[in-house]
């Protein structure tokens, strides 16, 4: 392929890509963030791989660019994802005095 294909595949993808991601509803994020997680994971193996089996220094240093970029996406949709599904917790129920001395009053 010549690169004016692959760059006008690389733009149309980013233009998809935006617009199946701000059509999802908020409900949705979370249960897609998970997935998003999973498949960084993929990623960050696979940038390791790749590597593993750099041939020169210029190979070595893009990998090891791509497995720190990619351990920071991974790591970062983790507390992203955690800190939205804290949202949904409720808050703790205080126990009335009552309850806590066991019904006895002073």
């Known amino acids: 392929m010549s690169?004016?294909?692959l760059l006008s595949i690389?733009?149309?993808?980013?233009?998809?890509g935006f617009e199946v991601v701000s059509k999802v509803s908020t409900t949705l994020?979370?249960?897609l963030m998970s997935g998003?997680?999973?498949i960084h994971g993929i990623i960050?193996?696979?940038?390791?791989?790749v590597t593993d089996h750099a041939s020169n220094n210029i190979q070595l240093g893009l990998g090891t660019a791509a497995v720190v970029?990619?351990?920071?996406?991974?790591?970062g949709g983790?507390?992203?994802t955690d800190r939205m599904l804290e949202?949904?917790?409720g808050k703790p129920r205080v126990k009335k005095d009552a309850e806590v001395s066991g019904g006895e009053s002073k």
């Open 87 to 89: 949202m949904f917790k």
């Open 69 to 75: 970029l990619a351990t920071v996406n991974m790591v």
């Open 3 to 5: 690169n004016l294909a």
């Open 10 to 16: 690389f733009v149309l993808s980013i233009f998809i």
């Open 29 to 31: 994020h979370t249960p």
């Open 44 to 49: 960050l193996v696979g940038a390791i791989t």
């Open 78 to 80: 983790f507390v992203v």
């Open 36 to 38: 998003a997680n999973a």
